[in-house]
């Protein structure tokens, strides 16, 4: 079964912003498995002088806030995993010579223990646990990862995107921007897997707010075989996992009709790449040893009668800083197959001495009221876009099966728009809760399942080593899905 999840995210536990029970409640309202990750250590941080006090003191500060409750916090993500939310533990350390890690574990004796370098802690904290490389781009000695240090048997995954950027490679989307710096071409995903490394990719939010799963920040797909923590783990250590910027991307890559986290043999490949999207599909591009091997672009998919098609609906803008409340409804007198709600926080990637934030910024109301084939219904709350460039509204996409005759109902606070899925397809509507810079609604432009459903399938020969098979899937809203490596040889 398909799993979403965050697997790195903060909150007050450490320096952060939000209660950990609060993390714990958005969690539970729209991910399947999560960590609320503390801050625990830095064994190489900067000496403490004029320059680095404030920073070395903030670091050490939040250490020492996680050590004092570790106990509790750990009981808590032990109390809060159950067949609704599946939960691990974690903290994180820094590191400028190895590079910043997330440890995980699913075991609830996880000790908090301080050492100098991920193996070492991973070895000696009596329990399992992995060693998770994260905003692994950055210039080398500047906490980006360290593939000369690099081991595959404590990091058996490695985080690709979150809210600092994508990873994967120089040209891939989502540079780094935060102020840690710019990515650099040695520390991609790509520089990584042509050292010969064999990981699987993770996407998280980092996000510091106490919003685990943030819309559009980065998450985890797994593959596992039930919704629990051993099942989840094993997945994660055998590779059947992938990352996605934002959009539950639907993704299933074989090689010779094996999957994500195998080792193929023979010298004739047979590959395939379905994808099952939320949006129009942009490309889909299959890669070997890291250059593209087989693509196929969005224009390329021919129209045919669509047995369904896909309803983005999105909630937000204004220019307010205090919560905008938003009910809504979805009926149709077709067959309304799933829907996804996609919900952020308030934006917040590190907590610095200007953050005037309160405690609680994103103590938000989002749950979902009713889901069954005809109806879906939520409610959420927004805040004001940040920038042109950073988006703070929410979602639904729903799956609505019938023909061009069937019947959506939208309704938003109240306001109902009514019209069939022909005049869906011929584009979108919004409309404004006040007259001036207002809260707004966006019924976007119905999207047939033959523009958001892909299949790729290419034949190869091996090149006498070990080949790497990896793909990547972009929408035109931007939104992309990066699929872990098949390994295959002679």
Same mark, same amino acid.
């Given at each position: 079964?398909?799993?979403?999840?965050?697997?790195?995210?903060?909150?007050?536990?450490?320096?952060?912003?939000?209660?950990?029970?609060? =993390?714990?409640?958005?969690?539970?309202?729209?991910?399947?498995?999560?960590?609320?990750?503390?801050?625990?250590?830095?064994?190489?941080?900067?000496?403490?002088?004029?320059?680095?006090?404030?920073?070395?003191?903030?670091?050490?500060?939040?250490?020492?806030?996680?050590?004092?409750?570790?106990?509790?916090?750990? !009981?808590?993500?032990?109390?809060?995993?159950?067949?609704?939310?599946?939960?691990?533990?974690?903290?994180?350390?820094?590191?400028?010579?190895?590079?910043?890690?997330?440890?995980?574990?699913?075991?609830?004796?996880?000790?908090?223990?301080?050492?100098?370098? #991920?193996?070492?802690?991973?070895?000696?904290?009596?329990?399992?646990?992995?060693?998770? $490389?994260?905003?692994?781009?950055?210039?080398?000695?500047?906490?980006?990862?360290?593939?000369?240090?690099?081991?595959?048997?404590?990091?058996?995954?490695?985080?690709?995107?979150?809210?600092?950027?994508?990873?994967?490679?120089?040209?891939?989307?989502?540079?780094?921007?935060?102020?840690?710096?710019?990515?650099?071409?040695?520390? @991609?995903?790509?520089?990584?897997?042509?050292?010969?490394?064999?990981?699987?990719?993770?996407?998280? @939010?980092?996000?510091?707010?106490?919003?685990?799963?943030?819309?559009?920040?980065?998450?985890?797909?797994?593959?596992?075989?039930?919704?629990?923590?051993?099942?989840?783990?094993?997945?994660?250590?055998?590779?059947?996992?992938?990352?996605?910027?934002?959009?539950?991307?639907?993704?299933?890559? +074989?090689?010779?009709?094996?999957?994500?986290?195998? +080792? *193929?043999?023979?010298?004739?490949?047979?590959?395939?790449?379905?994808?099952?999207?939320?949006?129009?599909?942009?490309?889909?591009?299959?890669?070997?040893?890291?250059?593209?091997?087989?693509?196929?672009?969005?224009?390329?998919?021919? #129209?045919? $009668?669509?047995?369904?098609?896909?309803?983005?609906?999105?909630?937000?803008?204004?220019?307010?800083?205090?919560?905008?409340?938003?009910?809504?409804?979805? @009926?149709?007198?077709?067959?309304? !197959?799933?829907?996804?709600l996609y919900l952020r926080g308030r934006s917040l990637l590190s907590p610095t001495n200007h953050d005037g934030s309160p405690v609680e910024v994103n103590e938000i109301d989002n749950r979902v009221l009713e889901q069954d084939t005809q109806a879906f219904a939520w409610q959420c709350e +927004?805040?004001?876009?940040?920038?042109?460039?950073?988006?703070? @509204?929410?979602? /639904? /996409? =729903?799956?609505?099966?019938?023909?061009?005759? +069937?019947?959506?109902?939208?309704? /938003?606070?109240?306001?109902?728009?009514?019209?069939?899925?022909?005049?869906?397809?011929?584009?979108? *509507?919004?409309?404004?809760?006040?007259?001036?810079?207002?809260?707004?609604?966006?019924?976007?432009?119905?999207?047939?399942?033959?523009?958001?459903?892909?299949?790729?399938?290419?034949?190869?020969?091996?090149?006498?080593?070990?080949? /790497?098979?990896?793909?990547?899937?972009?929408?035109?809203?931007?939104?992309?899905?990066?699929?872990?490596?098949?390994?295959?040889?002679?």
């Amino acid at each position: 079964m398909l799993l979403w999840g965050d697997l790195h995210n903060h909150c007050g536990i450490t320096y952060g912003f939000g209660s950990l029970q609060n =993390a714990l409640k958005i969690a539970r309202s729209h991910l399947d498995f999560c960590c609320i990750t503390g801050h625990a250590m830095w064994p190489d941080i900067y000496a403490r002088t004029p320059e680095t006090e404030f920073i070395v003191d903030f670091h050490r500060e939040g250490f020492k806030k996680l050590l004092e409750h570790w106990d509790e916090i750990r !009981a808590e993500m032990a109390r809060q995993n159950d067949g609704e939310l599946v939960t691990f533990q974690s903290y994180e350390m820094h590191s400028s010579l190895y590079g910043d890690h997330h440890i995980i574990s699913p075991d609830d004796t996880f000790p908090l223990i301080y050492r100098d370098s #991920p193996a070492r802690l991973v070895a000696d904290c009596g329990v399992r646990a992995i060693a998770v $490389p994260h905003h692994i781009g950055y210039t080398p000695g500047y906490r980006g990862i360290n593939w000369e240090l690099y081991d595959q048997n404590i990091s058996p995954c490695v985080e690709v995107c979150s809210k600092h950027g994508c990873a994967m490679s120089e040209t891939a989307p989502y540079p780094y921007y935060h102020d840690m710096g710019p990515r650099d071409s040695r520390n @991609t995903v790509y520089a990584g897997l042509r050292r010969g490394s064999r990981f699987c990719f993770l996407g998280s @939010t980092d996000h510091h707010a106490g919003f685990p799963g943030s819309y559009g920040d980065g998450l985890t797909a797994v593959l596992a075989k039930e919704k629990s923590r051993e099942a989840i783990w094993e997945a994660l250590l055998s590779g059947r996992a992938y990352a996605v910027t934002g959009d539950r991307i639907e993704c299933d890559f +074989t090689v010779n009709g094996q999957g994500l986290g195998e +080792t *193929v043999r023979g010298a004739k490949r047979k590959l395939r790449c379905a994808v099952k999207g939320e949006y129009w599909a942009d490309k889909l591009v299959i890669y070997k040893n890291c250059r593209p091997l087989a693509v196929l672009c969005g224009e390329q998919l021919r #129209p045919k $009668p669509a047995r369904a098609h896909k309803l983005r609906v999105e909630m937000g803008w204004g220019n307010s800083e205090e919560l905008t409340r938003w009910a809504g409804r979805i @009926t149709t007198d077709g067959r309304l !197959a799933g829907a996804n709600l996609y919900l952020r926080g308030r934006s917040l990637l590190s907590p610095t001495n200007h953050d005037g934030s309160p405690v609680e910024v994103n103590e938000i109301d989002n749950r979902v009221l009713e889901q069954d084939t005809q109806a879906f219904a939520w409610q959420c709350e +927004t805040v004001r876009n940040k920038s042109t460039l950073h988006p703070q @509204t929410d979602a /639904v /996409v =729903a799956e609505i099966e019938g023909g061009p005759d +069937t019947v959506v109902n939208v309704t /938003v606070n109240g306001r109902t728009h009514t019209a069939s899925i022909a005049q869906l397809l011929d584009g979108g *509507v919004t409309w404004h809760v006040k007259p001036w810079h207002s809260e707004a609604v966006k019924i976007h432009a119905a999207v047939p399942d033959s523009a958001y459903e892909m299949v790729l399938e290419a034949e190869d020969e091996g090149s006498g080593g070990m080949d /790497v098979y990896h793909a990547e899937f972009a929408q035109k809203n931007g939104q992309w899905a990066f699929v872990s490596p098949i390994y295959a040889g002679l």
